[in-house]
C-alpha cells in the first residue's frame, strides 16, 4: 500500500548545520511548519535555545522544542537512507546537482524506504566540501545566476514547498479561515 503523502512528509529531516543566527532557526521551523514538516535537527547551532528563535518561529514552537540538538553531523544523519546537501555553489566533486523541483520527487522516493535528510549550510559559508560529500544528492535553487545566495529560512521554505507539491502531486489541500470573497470583480475605473 502506498504512503501517505502526510507519512512521506514526516520521513523528511531538516538538518541546519552550524547555524550562526538563532532567528534562521525560527524561520526555517515557521517555513517548516507551513508545508507539513516537523523534524528539525540542529548541529552545533551558535545559539538554541534563543528568544529570537522562538519569536520568529512565530507558532511553530513545537518544532523547537521538538528540534534533535546534535554535536556531529553523523549524529544528525544517523538512520537516514537518503541525504542530500543544498547548496548554491556548483562543485567538482560529490553528487551531480540537481533542481530543487526534480530533487523533490527522488527525495520522496528515497522516503519510502526510511528516513530523509536534506542538510543546510552555515549562513555565511554554506556546507563545507566534507559535509557535501555526506550527501548522496546535491540540490539547489534556481535562483538568478548573478545573485544566488537565499536566506536559510527562505531556502529551507522553497524545498519545503517542493516536497509537498510532490508528495500531494501537485496538488495539496488548500483549507481558509477566510470568509468567502462576494465583491464583484473591480473595473479600474
Request: overall charge negative.
Amino acid at each position: 500500500m502506498p504512503l501517505s503523502p502526510e507519512t512521506l512528509l514526516g520521513r523528511v529531516r531538516i538538518v541546519l548545520s552550524q547555524t550562526s543566527h538563532p532567528g534562521n532557526i525560527g524561520a526555517a521551523a515557521r517555513a517548516m511548519k507551513t508545508m507539513g514538516l516537523s523534524r528539525l535537527s540542529l548541529v552545533n547551532p551558535k545559539q538554541f535555545p534563543d528568544a529570537e528563535a522562538s519569536a520568529r518561529a512565530a507558532g511553530a514552537g513545537d518544532l523547537l522544542a521538538d528540534a534533535h540538538v546534535c554535536s556531529t553531523l553523523d549524529e544528525a544523519l544517523d538512520g537516514v537512507v537518503f541525504a542530500v546537501a543544498l547548496s548554491a555553489r556548483h562543485r567538482n566533486l560529490g553528487p551531480m546537482p540537481m533542481q530543487a523541483r526534480e530533487a523533490a520527487e527522488e527525495i520522496l522516493v528515497q522516503g519510502v524506504q526510511g528516513d530523509v535528510a536534506l542538510l543546510f549550510g552555515n549562513e555565511t559559508s554554506g556546507l563545507s566540501n566534507i559535509e557535501v560529500q555526506r550527501c548522496q544528492r546535491t540540490v539547489f535553487i534556481p535562483a538568478n545566476p548573478g545573485y544566488t545566495s537565499l536566506n536559510l529560512g527562505a531556502a529551507v521554505q522553497v524545498l519545503s514547498y517542493e516536497l509537498r507539491l510532490a508528495a500531494f502531486d501537485g496538488k495539496p489541500p488548500v483549507q481558509t479561515h477566510a470568509v468567502p470573497f462576494s465583491s464583484p470583480p473591480a473595473n479600474n475605473q
